[in-house]
């Protein structure tokens, strides 16, 4: 088995033994070792902390409102819809708004992009991020964009999406070059190295606390204490029902932060191939294929059958596969002898997926958006004091919104 391979596997197992999927002597060892390891990176990540906001280590100041994105937990939250909507909100507002992202598991450039500023002067590479998309041309595909980065840049005109591991540099890049006023930290709660005018703090309110373990034994990536750091919180995947004991236990935490409920559902299927869109009871009574390549893909696979499909076939790859010619070859002809009506694949997912292979079983994914459910009050009072010009640059933002509502 190719080295790769190898390593995507042993990645399956771990989140298996991470989300309890998997059971045996084996998984238990797993499980009994990274706990004695969450005590550690427990340590490390609170000592981090410190340092950070106790001005020990520096903070950039970029002169420019900054809003953070992020959540306590590895994956699963809805995040990317929550960025879309907060941009587009910003840019039909008249902000110049950039998004600045990491870009998990993007490929490295052979060849640094080049970009002539407005004065003339070729910006040396080492100061260029890799601009997915400048707000009016997409400039890189997902390979090398990332996937949220890509479909970011491909649901919002005007809207700058850069990648890089040091986003001070993106954002020095997006006020400099392409005149941005406004920045969006894409996960950015645990990136302290950028001070933010606003934290807002995403919490499923399925499972607000992942695990309930620190990596790497669960998927906490702060102690819950840490959500005392939010400006606002915003509960995710409600499904109308009362959270008011999950509020009461986010009130522990975090006293004064207001609330905003969203539910993140599909909209309408697509299909990758015609680009032809069709009402989610489209689905009713089909046998379908579910494929995935995310963390959680029970919630996918679980929403399909909601809609009425029938789900005769699930392939699970790990988050962010990328999936090559052959592994869908393999699977459409596995699709092809069960006699299948549609292959359905996740937003995310479909970025990734060969276009060479759409002929002989439709493929479609299902376009996830966020909706507000309560708190609306608080959202609008966001986003007006995000729009007047006064609030850019204000020392007193971060005060005056947190206690908001």
Not at 151 to 180: P, Q
């Amino acid at each position: 088995m190719p080295v790769k391979e190898r390593i995507e596997e042993f990645e399956r197992w771990a989140s298996d033994v991470i989300f309890g999927r998997v059971r045996g002597f084996r998984a238990f060892l797993t499980r009994w070792a990274l706990r004695a390891l969450s005590g550690l990176y427990r340590a490390i990540i609170q000592t981090r902390k410190f340092l950070f906001l106790n001005d020990y280590k520096e903070r950039h100041h970029m002169g420019t409102l900054t809003i953070s994105v992020g959540n306590l937990t590895v994956g699963g939250t809805g995040k990317t819809p929550v960025v879309e909507l907060l941009a587009r909100t910003l840019r039909d507002r008249q902000r110049q708004v950039a998004i600045l992202s990491r870009g998990y598991k993007s490929k490295a450039l052979a060849e640094a992009q080049k970009w002539t500023s407005s004065h003339g002067h070729r910006i040396k590479p080492e100061l260029m991020p890799k601009i997915v998309s400048t707000g009016r041309a997409i400039l890189l595909d997902s390979k090398f964009a990332g996937d949220e980065p890509f479909m970011l840049a491909s649901n919002l005109d005007g809207v700058a999406v850069l990648v890089d591991r040091d986003r001070v540099k993106s954002a020095r890049f997006a006020i400099k070059e392409l005149g941005s006023d406004t920045l969006i930290l894409d996960d950015g709660m645990q990136y302290l190295r950028m001070s933010r005018g606003l934290d807002l703090c995403l919490v499923d309110a399925n499972t607000p606390f992942g695990t309930g373990a620190m990596l790497p034994a669960g998927t906490l990536r702060e102690p819950r204490a840490n959500l005392s750091r939010a400006h606002y919180i915003i509960l995710t995947k409600s499904d109308g029902s009362d959270h008011g004991p999950l509020i009461k236990k986010l009130r522990r935490y975090n006293p004064t932060a207001p609330i905003i409920t969203t539910t993140h559902g599909p909209r309408h299927l697509e299909n990758l191939a015609t680009f032809e869109r069709k009402p989610l009871d489209y689905l009713q009574g089909k046998h379908i294929a579910a494929l995935s390549g995310i963390a959680v893909p029970e919630n996918f696979e679980n929403s399909l059958v909601k809609l009425g499909a029938r789900v005769d076939v699930k392939k699970r790859f790990s988050d962010h596969h990328r999936f090559s010619s052959r592994e869908i070859e393999k699977f459409t002809q596995r699709c092809l002898e069960r006699d299948l009506e549609m292959i359905v694949t996740t937003e995310k997912d479909a970025v990734r997926y060969p276009r060479s292979t759409l002929a002989e079983v439709p493929v479609w994914f299902l376009r996830i958006e966020v909706e507000i459910l309560s708190g609306h009050e608080h959202w609008q009072h966001m986003i007006e004091h995000v729009c007047q010009p006064a609030a850019h640059g204000n020392p007193v933002l971060r005060q005056r919104l947190a206690f908001a509502g």
